[in-house]
Structures are given as C-alpha cells and as structure tokens.
C-alpha cells in the first residue's frame, strides 16, 4: 500500500506536525491512465482516530527528555504536565496507575525522561503522551538558576520566620501589584469587594510576565511604599484628607498573578524583587500561580497564599465578621449598661426609703446609743471590780512583804555592823601594837619618815604615850 505526505495538522504549541495517513485505495503502476479520485470528507472523530493509528504505527513506543513545567495532580490522582526544551513543548498525561510508581515528586523545572506512546486526546484533537514511566534525568537550566538564588537569598537571611510580621486585622487601605490584564486583577476586586467594600484598594499596574516584568513589579512596590506612611497631625490629617490630594495610607500590600510554567512566573524570581519586597516597611502578602507552584517572592513575603483568591482574603476579614463583633459588643454595652441602671435604681430607692421616714432613723440611732452607754456602764462596772480585787490582793500581801523587807534589812545592818567592828584598828591594838604619828597626826608607818630626836605619839590600847626618836635601825 502507498503513502503519502498528508495535511498538516495544527497544535497549540507546535506550529505544524507532518503527519502520515494511509491512502484508501492502491493504483495500478503501468496503468496509462490515472482515473480522477474524489476528496474524501473525514468526520472528526475518525480523522483524529486515523491519527492516532499513524502515531502508534509510526513512534511508539517512545521515550521523550525534557524539561517539566505546568506539573498538576488531581485529585482522582492522575498527572497532567507538560515537557519542553529550546524548540518545542509536549502535552502529557501520566495516570494514576502509572503515577503510585514514581519515586519521587516531579517538579516543574526538572529534567526528566518519560517512556510512552503518543496519542490524540479526540475530546479536544490534542496531540498528547501517555506517559508510563517517568525518571529524573537532572534539573532544567530554570530550575537550577532558581535552586542557587534561594540558597543566595536564605542564606542572608531573607527567609527567616523571625522577620515575618503578623497582617494588620483592619487594613486602612490595601496595595495591589498585578497586570491589569491579569485574570488575578478581576479575582483580588471581586474578592476584596464581597468581603470588605469600605477598604479603598490602590492599585499599581506591572507587567507580570516578560523581560521587564521584574523591573515593573520593583517600581510599582516602591510606588506603594510611598503611601505607607501618612506623617499627618490630627488637625492637618482631617483636612488632608478633605483634599483632593488625599491618597489612603496603605497598611498591607498584595503582590498577585495567575497560575502558569516556571518561565511565566520567572519574574517573581528575581533578586532585586526579592529585596524589594524583604524592605517593605508594611506586611506583603504573596499569591502568584497556583498552590502548586512557588517561586522566591512566596519565600520573602511575610505571608504567602496558595491562590490571588485566597490571597485577598487573607488580608480581608469579612465586613459581616466585624458587622457581628460590633453588635455583640454593642449588645455587652447595652447589657451592662442596663445592669448598672438597676443597680444605681436600688440604691436610690433605698436613700429615697430612708430620707423618707427620718424618725425610723432617729429610734434607731437611740437604740444604738443606748447599747453603747449600757456596754459603757458595765465595761466600767468590771474596770472597778478588777480594780478592787487588785487591791485586796495588795492588802493582803502588803503587811508581810513589809515584815520579810524588814528582817532581810536587819540581817544586812548585823552583817555591816561585823564587817565594821573588824576593821576597828583598836582591836589590833588591844593586841599589843602601837599606832605612830608625828606632830601633824600622820600616820608614821616607815624609819625613813622620822629622824633623830623627832617628836612622835604612840597610840595604845588604853592611851597615848609621846616619845622622841633616839636612834634608827634598819
């Protein structure tokens, strides 16, 4: 049978892939005349079936390096990604009996070698491939580059849980970083506004994707940056903002874009972006692609979200949430403020009971003064009793502690009178010695006080006797 080169058959990321059909007829090669062949009209289904059928005839099986990017897992557990490299891109399928297999997360930027057969997914006429098995073969040039700057950044630092502030509950105003042709734009506006349409919301416009992208994102943050502070007094801030000049000052700011490859989300994979953000004087929130994907924006934020969606509502609590708290507090208010009421109530009604019938309050006082002058009268009573006890007591032990102060002072006068008498220098004459003195009645008790031919007097028992000194001996 003979082939021929066919139509070329367009896909949406390889611009023409020649594909072989088979002819429906076989001609004659001497026939001198070759009749004329009407155009067959395919259906679709059987055109993408009679492709599929060329595919397995002609590749499969195949096996396929490349570079993952749009890596996705379902929740019936299939894997849906594609593989690329510098000159084309793949549609790939990779089921779930195929999938518990795998030894590892596939993650985009990876470089991988996927063995499979190729087909067409007839739902959508999508050239795609089955794939069986998956291995790594290495990392993707992206995948590298953004391994190394996320080693660079963590190790200075901008990372750490530490430097990650807490989101303002009431934001006063919320700064908005996205395309304004971004679906995530429409996303962040209707979430913001079903959740809290009395927060102004100031948007600065970037480019999310391209080569200028990063540099647009840095200028609209530093944009931002400039209404985070709003340096105004009481009086000057109420009529600044009567102005038409009034910006809001923006207390959190949100840096948001859609799902997409590593390469659509490589500008959120800059360096000077991630300083960027790292010096932002309010919490940046960060929801750029899907759950699934992250990219160093998400590492330096104080906060990243899975989705732009969810991204807005983190940092919008819903109005009917405060709408509830004020009206519970209120209601608290009221509650005590009624108790309070009641409470004051009695106690007027008690001042107004006792005002009104002062004589009650007279008896009673009578009666008070009463008891205290009847307590008074006995504590006196019991005062005077004691008192008298005392007394008695006193009597009765006055007149012998008068005899025994007696006695022990005449056993001491007895004990003084002896220990005079024996220091009485007559005794010790009455024992034959003699007390000496000289003219002027001193007491001579030494030879060297007198001398030769000396008056002196001596002393005796039962009189005196004056003498002159005749002689001294030693």
């Avoid at 390096?65 to 000159?87: I, P, Q, V």
């Avoid at 291995?135 to 590298?144: D, I």
């Amino acid at each position: 049978m003979l082939f021929f080169l066919g139509q070329h058959w367009m896909h949406p990321t390889v611009d023409y892939l020649p594909v072989c059909m088979p002819l429906t007829r076989t001609f004659q090669v001497f026939e001198p005349v070759i009749p004329q062949v009407s155009a067959r009209i395919w259906q679709v289904g059987a055109l993408c079936r009679a492709i599929a059928d060329a595919l397995q005839a002609r590749f499969n099986p195949v096996t396929v390096r490349g570079e993952l990017t749009g890596f996705s897992r379902a929740a019936s557990g299939h894997c849906y990604f594609s593989m690329k490299d510098e000159s084309g891109q793949l549609r790939c399928a990779m089921f779930k009996r195929a999938a518990t297999s795998l030894d590892f997360a596939p993650r985009d930027g990876e470089l991988v070698e996927v063995t499979g057969r190729l087909g067409v997914y007839e739902a959508r006429g999508d050239l795609q491939l089955i794939v069986e098995r998956m291995t790594r073969a290495g990392q993707g040039n992206l995948f590298e580059q953004f391994l190394k700057l996320k080693a660079k950044l963590e190790a200075q630092g901008l990372f750490d849980a530490a430097r990650k502030r807490p989101l303002p509950p009431m934001p006063r105003a919320i700064g908005l970083v996205t395309s304004l042709g971004a679906a995530a734009l429409h996303d962040v506006v209707t979430a913001l506004q079903r959740r809290v349409p009395h927060i102004p919301v100031v948007l600065v416009p970037a480019s999310v994707q391209g080569a200028n992208a990063s540099s647009e994102l840095v200028g609209a943050l530093s944009k931002l940056y400039l209404l985070t502070q709003s340096g105004q007094g009481s009086e000057a801030d109420l009529a600044y903002k009567k102005s038409k000049r009034f910006k809001p000052v923006v207390d959190v700011i949100l840096l948001v874009r859609g799902g997409g490859a590593m390469e659509d989300l490589w500008a959120f994979n800059d360096e000077a972006l991630a300083h960027t953000i790292a010096s932002s004087p309010v919490p940046v929130v960060c929801g750029v692609g899907h759950e699934t994907d992250f990219t160093i924006a998400d590492f330096v934020a104080d906060l990243r979200a899975p989705t732009p969606t969810a991204a807005a509502e983190l940092v919008a609590q819903p109005q009917e949430v405060w709408l509830n708290a004020l009206t519970h507090m209120a209601q608290r208010m009221q509650d005590a403020l009624t108790r309070q009421l009641d409470r004051q109530s009695q106690r007027l009604d008690g001042a107004s009971a006792r005002l009104g019938r002062p004589s009650n309050r007279v008896a009673e006082q009578q009666l008070r003064l009463a008891a205290s002058g009847q307590k008074l009268q006995a504590g006196l009573r019991h005062a005077l009793a004691r008192r008298q006890l005392h007394l008695d007591h006193l009597a009765v032990q006055m007149p012998q502690a008068l005899q025994r102060g007696m006695q022990s002072q005449a056993q001491r006068l007895a004990r003084a009178t002896l220990r005079l008498e024996l220091l009485d220098p007559h005794l010790v004459l009455q024992r034959g010695y003699a007390w000496l003195s000289d003219d002027q009645g001193q007491t001579v008790s030494s030879r060297q006080q007198i001398y030769v031919g000396q008056a002196i007097t001596a002393t005796l028992a039962d009189g005196a006797v004056d003498l002159t000194v005749v002689n001294t001996q030693p």
